[in-house]
């Protein structure tokens, strides 16, 4: 692949820490991180979900965060003011559905979600709460199809498919995904045919196929600024089990990222920006590296597993940082 780097830069690379950043330093906002509104596929895996919370708890200090009881287990309870919502019960409700029957903490006028859902935007709407991110804008972004439409020959080869009358061959070279994802818990190998049949019975959706291609694995982490403005902080190598399955990842500076590649990313943001438009927040790219080039997955326009790690990174000057939370 060729490609020409554009004569008007829109990003800049800089180890960002969780200081930095102006929406984590508000006092009269409640934060939150919890996933389980885009793991509808997750059938019975939400013992991790508490990495997540904690994954927050350990980023701010002395802010409002809403968590469910199992973030007690942080190591630092006591640095931030934590609102607890008891999880009696089945664990697969989400901290949203729990919060839709509790009263607003007092002193608050946000709420904060790292993830976006119907049951956080009720809540703040019941309470008059300001809220970041709304689900409708959330399907707007992360529609993958409109991705790689945007994208054209910086992603792998792809096409539309209908689960219920495609001809699955296990020995095709391909994903099968679901156009607006739910990481690994979405897609689907071809040599895993029970899997790749499997969306059509269970949950129907707009799903594509995309032509496997080698390399490493890799996510890069961003903000963007409410000014349209790009800024790299975050670089990892991701751990993939099962072929699709995220299970950590090895996270290194971004100080130390080669030329090449921070000018490719520059024009991936200057083909996507039009469908960002009007995002202020993090989001990361998953890239396939190979041979000094890549190929762009997906840009999940959220925070993903590794935006904290990046920035707790960062705050500590490490050389890398290592982390494996499933299974």
Known sequence: MHFTVPSKAILSVKPLQTSDIPFLQQTDCLYSFDPRPLLDTCIGKHRYIVSFENSLCR???????????????????????????????????????????????TGIQSLWVAVPSRDAERWADAHSLRINY????????????????????????????????????SREACYFKRAHGAGGYATFHASDLDGAQWPSRKHPATWYKETAVEGTPVSVQLLRDAMGRYCLFGYSEMKIIQKKQYAGALLKPVTGLPGWMIDK???????????????????GLDLMVENADFWVLEANVRVTMATFAALELNERQLDALEFYRYP
């Not at 990313?265 to 989001?283: E, T």
């Open 59 to 105: 980023s701010l200090s002395d802010k409002p965060i809403a968590v469910n009881q199992y973030a007690l287990r942080h190591t630092e309870p006591e640095r931030n003011r934590l609102w607890i919502l008891p999880m009696d019960g089945d664990p697969r409700p989400s901290l949203y559905q729990r919060m839709l029957q509790q009263s607003c903490p």
């Open 265 to 283: 990313i520059r024009i991936v943001l200057k083909q996507l920006d039009g469908l960002l438009c009007g995002y202020h927040g993090f989001f």
């Open 134 to 169: 709304r689900f409708d804008d959330y399907l707007r972004y992360n529609d993958k199809i409109a991705q790689k439409e945007a994208l054209g020959d910086l992603s792998p080869t792809w096409e539309r498919i209908d689960p219920k009358t495609y001809a699955f061959d």
